[in-house]
């Protein structure tokens, strides 16, 4: 494999991780949300919207995002190597074809 091959293969990561880290900044606080009705001690009621409202009040932007690492670190690869696979599998398919 060409130098050139190889970095026009690997193109495929950088949106599927971009993809991955939008996902996460998008979903996380109301995954933050959902951990925290099922983690606490007694019923917490109210709506979604009004429970970020509280931790946006309480802690801030940075709370909403509390704990984020461990998420970006598991799916932004993984969505980076799933864009990868989907890419390499269309070029092997697209050469086959020819």
């Not at 983690?39 to 709506?47: C, L, N, P, V």
């Not at 309480?58 to 690492?69: D, I, N, Q, S, T």
Request: aromatic share 8%.
């Amino acid at each position: 494999m060409s130098d050139i091959s190889i970095i026009a293969s690997l193109v495929g990561l950088a949106p599927g991780a971009f993809g991955g880290l939008c996902s996460v900044a998008v979903g996380h606080p109301i995954d933050l949300i959902k951990v925290r009705q099922q983690t606490a001690a007694r019923a917490i009621s109210g709506s979604t919207i009004g429970m970020l409202h509280g931790i946006f009040i309480k802690e801030g932007f940075h709370g909403l995002y509390r704990g984020v690492a461990a998420p970006l670190l598991a799916v932004t690869p993984a969505f980076a190597v799933s864009f990868w696979s989907y890419d390499l599998a269309g070029r092997a398919i697209r050469k086959v074809g020819n």
